[in-house]
Every structure is written in structure tokens, then in C-alpha cells.
């Protein structure tokens, strides 16, 4: 749900809350160094916030290489990401052990999960990304449902001073049975630039990639992106974001990895729009209106392979987002107060034709819910402390009133000011799939599940070991998941709905992080202990191949995982970088056979390489050239993050970037 913080997040990450400053051409009013946005209803610094927050630079990761969301977030702690395959395959990202749809994800503000919290990560790329902030832990009480184990807020770039542009394309092969010279392509375009008083982005991009099986397992990905940001008084800020994005992925398996189809694809189309008007009532109440729009159509079409093959499956779907709210902040001194409300509406239709010797079956459905809720928080800083209170009450039409809550304290010990202390603790829910409500035909939906329910808390230790040099940070979570909704395919009564809320399950970790920077050279590393465990496996009781098995860990997620990286610069003009990253052993499950049998996925470590270099510098009207050349994988390391579906080998991409405009670098 598009709640009060996470619009308000978007229209700072935009437009910021700085007054104009001068017009020098170099000056940018929207800078958001260590201002945070997404972890409360007003922007805050860093060490203010009581959750453990990661914020990944959209320069830094083009510069890397990294033009998949999904593979930046692998360096996270906390998050482990699993891959279905192919390029293109179902991406899903498990945050501290949640479920898949535990995880809300927003673009500028504007929540893009399906209804029920379902994503697929293999839709989002890095392009024209300014900021990715990632923050842990439950957060309905700021977004309401879905914010189960955190939030991952996609900020997109703002131009600003004198017009510049970037374009960029890559070139990228890799061992598959296919063999070709190039496999992968993907090209970009960016153009930005602003004044003080209006600011604008342009990006349009298109990945593709032949895949690496035998046959049919292509994908392209094209997306056009565009914000903008106007101040049109010193008291008033308006600003726009518009993402159109076109994809689509060709799948030769079934569900469990085997190679039987030619000619089955899926295919999306997404738009998202979101419009914010803010304005000073006074020197210290702020007034906010904000609407945003999610679309999307899609579906799978998977037509006969032959005039022998008498089985076929269409399916079109279409789903809409739509909402608004008004809120305003009170600022008394260091303290805010913030109340608002917010109306949504989930709408969603679709379609299947299923052909096959048993007959045809034809399945339709449409369905919607109204979404109200009303919401306060307070933040305030008082000497070394930071403090954070805040509710949200939902009035759903088919799960009724539910509330949420949330607090933390974040300070620094007097002695030691680089040394910070955090606690947090709160509740959250996720609405359940429009399947799981008013599904009919093979599966009966039931109208009377409730939202599932989670209570987590977090304790953390930040630590400066060398002033300006090296960091550590420390984090402890534990969370319990209640109410999970699961999938019965013998109900006692035939005419008894498939779905209950009966599952329960425990997570807790720790997550380490740490960073030095000596000279050019700058390290990092990312170290996560997992530990997961069915505590009641409600339909599934009794099963050992089932998806929940009291006592056993959750599945696809390992127990640690590690990443290493560095990079350094070389002189002027050259940048290298290096990655290094474990994966622990996981649980899983064969469904080639019926009952499913349980099986451990192995552990694996890759590595990659990688460096850009300068061939001319930009001036005197002349455009930067650069080029660039990685290797992903490059020990060839055979391994499966989903049991039956191998993964990509060794990769090797080469690039070339001509930026133009300005009186700097290019335009990343």
C-alpha cells in the first residue's frame, strides 16, 4: 500500500527539502548525503534511524557493471536472492528468512508488489537508478501490508545543472550450449539536467540475453524512466515520476527444471506514474497530497509444439493499484509529529484456456478490494537519543480493521560519539492474494483468511574502529511469523475453500557489515548467520517432502553467506573491482516426483573481476569515452540456487560509454 512515509520518501528523494540555494550550475539542492527516507515518515540521518538501513549509490553499481537489481542485492546483508535458471528466470528475494512475499519494494514511493506482496525481481534493472535503500525489519505501521521483514525503495535519478547525457552499450558471452560469439546485449541512453527551481531525468534501455539452455530460454527486458522535480515558490514543491517497462522471458522447463517446451513465453507490461504536491502551510506545518498508479498486463502463452502435441495454456492478466492520501507534519524543535489517511483500491482480472486430450477448460475472474487507513507517527531527537513511535490502523473490506505499530531508539554513547546503539521492535501484516481470497474452479478461495502476522525486533552496535577508515556494524534480529496462509488439495468437503491460515515459523540472525578505505583503495564485506524453523507446519503435518516440516529449517535459504569486495582506482584514469561471495548450504525439494523429495542444495563460492578505463576525458566540447571489461563466475563454478535449475557459468561482458554535456563527468 502506497502509505504516508513511503510517498513522502519519494517526494524528498526527488525533490528534497532544501530551500533554493543560488544558481551556480554546479549547485544541487536535492543531494540526499546521509539523509535517509525511507525508515520514517520524515527524512533523517542515518544514525537517527533505529533499523538497520543499507543504501546502495546507482553510480557505484553502473561503474560495477551490475545492471540487475536483484545481483546488487546480493552483496546485502540479510538478503538472500534465488534465481530460477536462466537470465530472465523468476527472481524472488528472501529478506531474514521471510517469505518471498514478505519483502515490499517500492519505486519512487510507489509500491510495484502484486497483490498479496509477490514480486519478481528479474523486472528490475539498474538503469537511471540514483539510490537503492534497503531497510530491515517489520514496517506496516509506516507502508502497511507486505512490509513483513523490510522495505527495498528504488529512488530514481534527478538532473540537475547543465545538461548531460551518457550513452552506453555492452556486449557479453558466456558458456551455454548455444556457443555464439555474442550472447547478451544491453544499451542505454540517459539525458538529465536542471536549475534550481526544476530538475529532469530521461532514460531508455533494453537488456537482452539468449539464455543458457539448449533452446528457448531468450529474454529482453526494455524500459523507459523519467522523474521530474519543479519548485515553483519557496514554499511549494511538485514532482513527477513516470517508469514504462515492456519484458519478456521464453521457458523451456516445467516446474521442476526439466527441458520439455519450445515455444513457452511469459510477457509483462508495467506503468507506474506518481504525482506529489507539498506545501508550507507555516515555518512549521507542512501539508501533503500525493496519488500514484501501478499497471500491469501480462500472461503466458505456451501454443502447441506440434501438430502432435494436443496440449496448449494461454493466460492474460491485468492488475491495477490505485491510490491517494493527505497527511501533514507538525515540527515543534527537533520533534515531528505526523498524522494522515489514505484510500486504495486493488483491482485485478484475468484469463486461462487450457486445451489438452481431457477437453478444453476455460477459466475468468475479476475481482477488487478498498483499502482505508489512517496513520500517526512521531519522531525526536533529544541530546544523544533518537526516538520513534508510530501506528497505522487499516480498515480492509474483506480482512476488516487491523493495527500495527512500531518503535526505536538509535544513540551514540558521550565518550565515544563513534559508536552508535540501536533498538527497534514492531509488528506487521500481509494481505493475502486475490487467489487465496476469491479463487474458483480448481481452487476455491476463501473470503475469511486473515492478514498474516509477524513481531520482530532488532538490536544493533555501529562502531567507527579508525576514525574516517574502517566501520563495523552488528545486528541481531528475531522474528515470528503468524497466520501463514497455505494451500490444502483435499479439503473434507469439496465445496470447503483450499486455503487456511494454519502455518507458523520463527527467524533470527545476525547480520555483519564492515568497510575501510585506505588511500584509492576501498573494501567492504557482508556476513549474514541464518537460522530458520517451521514451528507449526499446519496442512502439511505428517509430510517430510512437504514445503513445511516442523522443527526443519524454511527453504532455499542458507545458513551463512559471505561477500567480499574491493575495488581500487589506478592512477587518473582506470578503476578495477573484485567480488568474492559464499553461499551456504540450503534445503529444497525435487518436484520432478509426487510427493516431492527433500534435498540439500550444496554450497558454492563465486567470483568475479572487473575494471574501467578512461580513453578520453571529457573537454573543450569533446565527449568522455571510456570502455570497460568484467568477468562474472570466472572459476566456472557449477551450482543451482533453486534445485533442478542450473545457473549461469562464466560470463565475460565488454562495454563502451560516451557521455556528452556538462562541465564534469558524464552523466552516469
Given amino acids: ?328 507534519h507538525l515540527r515543534a524543535g527537533q520533534t515531528v509529529v505526523t498524522i494522515g489517511g489514505e484510500v486504495e483500491e486493488e483491482r485485478q482480472r484475468s484469463f486461462s484456456e487450457s486445451l489438452s486430450s481431457f477437453g478444453p477448460f476455460y477459466g475468468r475472474s475479476e475481482s477488487q478490494r478498498l483499502n482505508m487507513a489512517a496513520f500517526g507517527h512521531v519522531t525526536s531527537e533529544r541530546g544523544v537519543l533518537a526516538l520513534s513511535l508510530g501506528g497505522r490502523l487499516e480498515d480492509n473490506e474483506r480482512y476488516g480493521t487491523v493495527g500495527t505499530w512500531q518503535a526505536g531508539v538509535a544513540t551514540h554513547l558521550p565518550s565515544r560519539p563513534g559508536t552508535r546503539l540501536r533498538l527497534s521492535a514492531g509488528s506487521a501484516i500481509k494481505e493475502p492474494t486475490f487467489a487465496e481470497n476469491y479463487a474458483t474452479g480448481f481452487a476455491v478461495g476463501n473470503p475469511d483468511l486473515d492478514p498474516e502476522w509477524s513481531l520482530s525486533w532488532e538490536a544493533g552496535l555501529e562502531h567507527e574502529v579508525i576514525p574516517r577508515v574502517a566501520t563495523v556494524g552488528v545486528t541481531y534480529f528475531d522474528q515470528r511469523f503468524e497466520e501463514m496462509i497455505q494451500f490444502i488439495f483435499t479439503p473434507s468437503n469439496p465445496t470447503d475453500p483450499n486455503y487456511f491460515n494454519v502455518a507458523a515459523a520463527r527467524s533470527r540472525g545476525l547480520e555483519v557489515d564492515a568497510a575501510a578505505r585506505v588511500g584509492p583503495l576501498e573494501m567492504s564485506a557482508a556476513w549474514t548467520w541464518l537460522d530458520t524453523e517451521v514451528v507449526d507446519a499446519g496442512l502439511d503435518s505428517g509430510s517430510s517432502g512437504a514445503s513445511f516440516v516442523d522443527g526443519e529449517p524454511l527453504l532455499r535459504r542458507p545458513g551463512q553467506s559471505l561477500t567480499l569486495t574491493a575495488g581500487s582506482s589506478l592512477g587518473t584514469r582506470a578503476r578495477v573491482h573484485t567480488r568474492l561471495a559464499y553461499q551456504g548450504s540450503r534445503d529444497d525439494r525435487d518436484f520432478a516426483t509426487f510427493p516431492a523429495v527433500p534435498v540439500e542444495l550444496p554450497g558454492y563460492a563465486l567470483w568475479s573481476l572487473g575494471g574501467e578505463w578512461a580513453l578520453r576525458e571529457p573537454g573543450d566540447g569533446r565527449p568522455a569515452v571510456s570502455v570497460s571489461l568484467r568477468g562474472e563466475n570466472l572459476l566456472a563454478k557449477r551450482y543451482q540456487e533453486a534445485f533442478g535449475f542450473s545457473a549461469p557459468r562464466r560470463q565475460v561482458y565488454l562495454g563502451v560509454s560516451v557521455g556528452f554535456g556538462g562541465t564534469g563527468a558524464p552523466t552516469q
Avoid at 539510490?131 to 530514481?156: F, K
Avoid at 521530474?228 to 523451456?252: I, K, N
Fill in 1 to 328: 500500500m502506497l502509505s504516508r512515509s513511503r510517498s513522502l520518501a519519494s517526494l524528498v528523494a526527488l525533490f528534497c527539502v532544501a530551500l533554493p540555494r543560488s544558481t551556480s550550475a554546479q549547485s544541487d539542492p536535492y543531494v540526499l548525503d546521509g539523509i535517509v527516507v525511507s525508515a520514517s515518515p520524515t527524512p533523517r540521518t542515518l544514525a537517527a534511524v533505529a533499523q538497520h538501513v543499507t543504501i546502495l549509490d546507482g553510480r557505484e553499481l553502473e561503474a560495477r557493471g551490475i545492471s540487475s537489481l536483484a545481483d546488487a542485492l546480493r552483496d546485502v546483508s540479510g538478503v538472500g536472492v534465488v534465481r530460477s535458471g536462466s537470465f530472465g528466470a523468476v527472481t524472488s528475494l528472501f529478506l531474514r528468512g521471510g517469505e518471498s512475499d514478505y519483502t515490499l519494494v517500492m519505486i519512487d514511493g510507489v509500491q510495484v508488489n502484486q497483490a498479496g506482496g509477490g514480486f519478481d525481481f528479474a523486472s528490475l534493472t539498474t538503469q537511471n537508478i540514483e539510490r537503492v535503500e534497503i531497510v530491515r525489519g517489520p514496517n506496516s505501521a509506516l507502508y502497511g501490508s507486505d512490509a513483513v521483514t523490510g522495505v527495498i525503495h528504488v529512488i530514481t535519478r534527478v538532473g540537475g545543472g547543465p545538461t548531460r547525457g551518457a550513452v552506453r552499450f555492452e556486449a557479453g558471452a558466456y558458456q551455454g550450449p548455444l556457443g555464439g560469439a555474442v550472447d547478451a546485449t544491453r544499451w542505454s541512453a540517459d539525458l538529465g539536467g536542471g536549475t534550481d527551481r526544476a530538475g529532469y531525468s530521461v532514460s531508455l534501455g533494453r537488456d537482452a540475453a539468449d539464455g543458457i539452455l539448449a533452446f528457448n530460454s531468450g529474454h529482453a527486458n526494455m524500459m523507459l524512466s523519467g522523474a521530474a522535480r519543479f519548485l515553483p515558490g519557496d514554499r511549494t514543491r511538485v514532482g513527477l515520476t513516470l517508469r514504462l517497462q515492456d519484458r519478456e522471458y521464453h521457458y523451456p522447463t516445467n516446474g521442476a527444471g526439466a527441458l520439455v517446451d519450445r515455444n513457452s513465453f511469459f510477457f509483462e507490461d508495467e506503468s507506474m506514474a506518481h504525482l506529489s504536491v507539498a506545501r508550507a502551510v507555516t515555518s512549521r506545518i507542512e501539508v501533503e497530497a500525493l496519488v500514484g498508479l501501478v499497471e500491469t498486463d501480462g500472461g503466458t502463452d505456451d501454443a502447441p509444439d506440434d501438430p502432435s502435441d494436443t496440449d496448449s495454456f494461454k493466460s492474460l492478466d491485468h492488475f491495477r493499484r490505485a491510490s491517494a492520501q493527505v497527511m501533514s
